[in-house]
């Protein structure tokens, strides 16, 4: 059964920094793509990032692009978020998916979501 | 703001069917497969529908999935209470800033 756990949301404040990890099981990890989706409260789906099964290439939203970045560790099949320079507008769940296609196709297997709140 | 738009909300009674647009480009929908997600509130989302019209295992075959153009729509047959949720499309962009996009979001209610 493919699981994906999220971790490491919490509350920051505005130009803080934050890592969310996504701990995967129940398929090769290596084999697939990743990526992050987050939803502000009470708004819609927004795509933040993807990386390829074997980490050479990443794509990111120009909302994070230069403040946010994915990277995996397939040895501990986990897939991470830095984020940086908060900012009030990243307040919001951040999902991570499983991702098909060389390019993100869609996302077929998704964790439970973390809350990331950033206030002051 | 998304570049694929869906009406806000549709509605029908038990047993209807309902269909949701997702009207989006040439750099988009025109030429990228289309998904489909299905959100209940306070839990994640759920793929529905992928490569345009492909139902993943255990999705039953009252959705549907249908492409033509530059837009892409989601069918309900024998609509059902427990369908109550939002349904989001999604898509590959090429334009300059490549990225993935969702669509605006439709609220399915079910009279």
């Known amino acids: 059964e493919v699981q994906l756990l999220e971790s490491g949301g919490g509350l920051v404040q505005p130009g803080g920094s934050l890592r969310l990890s996504c701990a995967a099981s129940?398929?090769?990890?290596?084999?697939?793509?990743m990526s992050w989706v987050r939803q502000a409260p009470g708004k819609g789906l927004e795509w933040v990032s993807s990386?390829?099964?074997?980490?050479?290439?990443?794509y990111h939203a120009d909302s994070v692009k230069g403040r946010c970045t994915i990277s995996r560790d397939n040895s501990k099949n986990t897939l991470y978020l830095q984020m940086n320079s908060l900012r009030a507008e990243d307040t919001a769940v951040y999902y991570c998916?499983?991702?098909?296609?060389?390019?993100?196709?869609?996302?077929?297997?998704w964790g439970q979501g973390a809350l990331v709140t950033v206030s002051s | 703001q998304s570049v694929l738009t869906q009406p806000p909300s549709v509605s029908a009674a038990p047993g209807q069917k309902v269909t949701i647009s997702c009207s989006g480009s040439?750099?988009?929908?025109?030429?990228?497969?289309v998904s489909w997600y299905q959100q209940f509130p306070g839990t994640a989302p759920k793929l529905l529908i992928y490569e345009n019209n492909k139902r993943p295992s255990g999705i039953p075959d009252r959705f549907s999935g249908s492409k033509s153009g530059t837009s892409a729509t989601l069918g309900i047959t024998g609509l059902q209470t427990g369908d109550e949720a939002d349904y989001y499309c999604?898509?590959?962009?090429?334009?300059?800033?490549?990225?993935?996009?969702f669509g605006t979001g439709t609220k399915v209610t079910v009279l």
């Open positions: 999604g898509t590959w962009d090429n334009s300059l800033s490549a990225s993935y996009v």
């Open positions: 990386i390829h099964g074997g980490g050479g290439s990443t």
């Open positions: 129940g398929f090769t990890f290596i084999t697939y793509g």
């Open positions: 040439s750099s988009n929908v025109g030429n990228n497969y």
């Open positions: 998916a499983r991702t098909r296609g060389w390019i993100p196709w869609y996302f077929d297997y």
